[in-house]
């Protein structure tokens, strides 16, 4: 069992910048981040496994980076640029295997959340 706990967010406005973290209880293969707005499905914005490398959705590109700690235990996702588009609960996942990384049911972990609200 891996436990996910979340911290960062909040509210910004247009073009300014948040950092989420994510703090795994142990080290796990792949760990990224989901987003849902609300009356929207649950969408993938970026993952990173083990030997480094990374995903984004199209939509983040250039203006997110994710990044984890040496120990593999500890996600970051730097969100640069915000528009109001990515308003949204903003969800830690963890998962053991290689997967589609922007498949939700690929990743059996998941946390508390975090909201992020960017205003225009």
């Known amino acids: 069992q891996v436990q996910l706990v979340e911290s960062g967010g909040g509210s910004v406005q247009a073009g300014g910048s948040l950092r989420l973290s994510c703090v795994a209880s142990?080290?796990?293969?792949?760990m990224a981040w989901f987003r849902q707005a609300p009356g929207r499905e649950r969408e993938g914005v970026a993952a990173m496994v083990t030997d480094g490398q990374t995903y984004y959705a199209d939509s983040v590109t250039g203006r997110f980076t994710i990044s984890r700690d040496v120990a593999k235990t500890t996600a970051y996702l730097q969100m640069d640029s915000l528009k109001p588009e990515d308003t949204a609960m903003y969800y830690c996942?963890?998962?053991?295997?290689?997967?589609?990384?922007?498949?939700?049911?690929?990743?059996?972990?998941w946390g508390q959340g975090s909201q992020v609200t960017v205003s225009s």
């Open positions: 996942a963890a998962a053991r295997a290689p997967s589609l990384w922007y498949a939700p049911s690929a990743y059996e972990y």
């Open positions: 142990r080290y796990i293969y792949r």
